[in-house]
C-alpha cells in the first residue's frame, strides 16, 4: 500500500540556519507529491508540488523540494529560516487519483 | 479570494450526541473532500463529493458518518452518537476539478479544520 513517512516529529533550528525536512514515499511508479504548512489556526497552505520534470522544484516563500527516485524521497529545504516559518509541515502523495497520502507531520521550531 | 472555509473549529461533544461539521469551498470550486486526522497520524482521506453527489465513499467508516454537499450551502460532515475515538481533526479541502491531478487546477486546496474533542 501505497505511504509517507515523515520520520522527524519535531525539528528545532535557529533563525537563518538552513533546514531540510525529511519525507520518504512509497510507491512503486513516479507519484505526485506536495508539501503543505499549516501554521497554528490556519488551514493547510500548499507549499510546492511535483508532478513530473524537473526533479528540483521551488515553491513559495523561498522553499524547494528535491525528488530523488533512487532514495524515495521528496525533501523540503531552506537556505535561511525565518521566525515565521515555525509550523507543522505536511508531505504527500498521490498515484494520480483525489486520495492524497499524507505523513504525520513534522513540527518546526525557529529560535531567535 | 476567500480560501476554504471551516466552522466551527473547535466542537466538544459528549458520547452519543451528534457533531456536524461545516465545509465551505474555495469559489469556484464543485469538488470536495473530507480528511481526518487522529492524534498522531497523518490525515486519511474519508469522502469526496461533487455537487448532490458522492463520489468516493471510501474511506469513511460503514456507520454512523454520512456526508453530504448540497446543490446550495456547504458541504455537511454528520456523525452521529459519537464515541471518544471519533476525537480528531477533520479537514475540507477543494478543487475545481476531480480526479486529474496533473493539471495544476486539480490540486485540493484545504480548510483550517474542525478539531471535535468528544467527552
Known amino acids: 500500500a501505497q505511504s509517507v513517512t515523515q520520520p522527524d516529529i519535531h525539528i528545532t533550528v535557529s533563525e537563518g540556519a538552513s533546514l531540510e525536512l525529511r519525507c520518504n514515499y512509497s510507491?512503486?511508479?513516479?507519484?505526485?507529491l506536495f508539501w503543505y504548512v499549516q501554521s497554528p489556526g490556519q488551514g493547510l497552505q500548499l507549499l510546492l508540488k511535483?508532478?513530473?520534470?524537473?526533479?528540483l522544484v521551488q515553491g513559495i516563500k523561498g522553499f524547494e523540494a528535491e525528488f530523488k527516485r533512487s532514495q524515495s524521497s521528496f525533501n523540503l529545504r531552506k537556505p535561511s529560516v525565518h521566525w515565521s516559518d515555525a509550523a507543522e509541515y505536511f508531505c504527500?502523495?498521490?498515484?494520480?487519483?483525489?486520495?492524497?497520502?499524507f505523513g504525520t507531520g513534522t513540527r518546526l521550531k525557529v529560535l531567535a | 479570494n476567500a480560501g476554504v472555509m471551516q466552522n466551527p473549529r473547535h466542537l466538544v461533544r459528549r458520547r452519543g450526541q451528534e457533531a456536524r461539521l461545516r465545509c465551505s469551498p474555495m469559489?469556484?470550486?464543485?469538488?470536495v473532500y473530507w480528511y481526518r486526522q487522529l492524534p498522531e497520524e497523518g490525515l486519511k482521506f474519508m469522502v469526496y463529493?461533487?455537487?448532490?453527489?458522492?463520489?468516493?465513499e471510501s474511506g469513511m467508516p460503514k456507520e454512523r458518518f454520512s456526508a453530504e454537499f448540497p446543490k446550495e450551502g456547504p458541504s455537511i460532515l454528520r456523525i452521529q452518537q459519537v464515541v471518544r475515538g471519533d476525537s480528531a481533526a477533520y479537514f475540507c479541502?477543494?478543487?475545481?476539478?476531480?480526479?486529474?491531478?496533473?493539471?495544476?487546477?486539480?490540486?485540493?486546496?484545504f480548510g483550517p479544520g474542525t478539531r471535535l474533542t468528544v467527552l
Open positions: 469559489k469556484g470550486h464543485s469538488h
Open positions: 463529493l461533487q455537487k448532490e453527489n458522492i463520489i468516493d
Open positions: 479541502a477543494s478543487s475545481p476539478r476531480g480526479s486529474d491531478v496533473q493539471s495544476s487546477t486539480d490540486t485540493q486546496y
Open positions: 510507491y512503486g511508479a513516479t507519484p505526485y
Open positions: 511535483y508532478f513530473s520534470g524537473d526533479t
Open positions: 504527500a502523495s498521490t498515484s494520480g487519483t483525489y486520495k492524497y497520502i
